[in-house]
């Protein structure tokens, strides 16, 4: 019996491997291939803002915004949008180099278009309650179609400054884009 299934063994594994059987040329098999994309969002083109040294000018708040690119496949364009600081509970705030105690509050507004004209303030933390409309829906880079697709604003008041101790102060800003509901 030992030598009967030697013998036939060597052909069950040829006809599993080539289901057409033993003596043909070819096979082939078909199989599904399948992958579920959810809905992406990229936040690209972002810069740091960089307020360098503080002359007083006369206004009540030094601003620096910067133009940036939302992408979506959602063909909506729809989006969410939460920003948090690295401040105590995701607080906008800024600290001061060799003395984390020493904090600097800034304000930060959200414009789903380029440009600051019709921007919003949004809350530390919070996901803005509205959903957003105008994300870039072509290409994940903003290489075609809208290249700027928001804007965010920094602002920190002159009267904070001037209250506050000499010395750099930095912090971390976070936007996180979501999606819509």
């Known amino acids: 019996m030992a030598a009967v299934y030697a ?3 060597p052909i069950w594994l040829y006809s599993l491997s080539n289901p057409s059987g033993p003596g ?5 098999a078909s199989l599904d291939v399948d992958i579920t994309i959810p ?4 936040i ?10 503080f002359t007083q000018t006369g206004a009540s708040k030094i601003t620096l915004d ?3 690119c939302v992408y979506t496949n959602d063909s909506s364009g729809e989006y969410r949008i939460t920003a948090s600081g690295n401040g105590t509970a995701s607080a906008f705030t800024l600290s001061k180099s060799g003395d984390e105690s020493a904090l600097l509050s800034y304000v930060v507004k959200w414009n789903a278009q380029s440009g ?6 949004l809350t530390a933390g919070v996901t803005y309650p509205s959903n957003l409309s105008g994300a870039n829906t072509s290409s994940s880079s903003c290489l075609t179609g809208l290249s700027s697709t928001g804007n965010f604003q920094v602002s920190i008041s002159v009267d904070d400054i001037l209250g506050s101790n000499s010395g750099t102060y930095t912090g971390t800003l976070t936007i996180n884009i979501s999606a819509a509901v």
Do not use: A, E
């Not at 809905?39 to 990229?42: D, E, S, T, W």
């Not at 690209?44 to 040294?53: A, Q, T, V």
């Open 7 to 9: 013998l036939f063994h």
């Open 24 to 28: 043909t040329s070819s096979s082939s």
């Open 39 to 42: 809905v992406l969002f990229r």
């Open 44 to 53: 690209s083109d972002i810069s740091d803002l960089n307020f360098g040294n």
């Open 66 to 68: 910067d133009d940036v």
């Open 116 to 121: 600051t004209s019709g921007n919003f303030d």
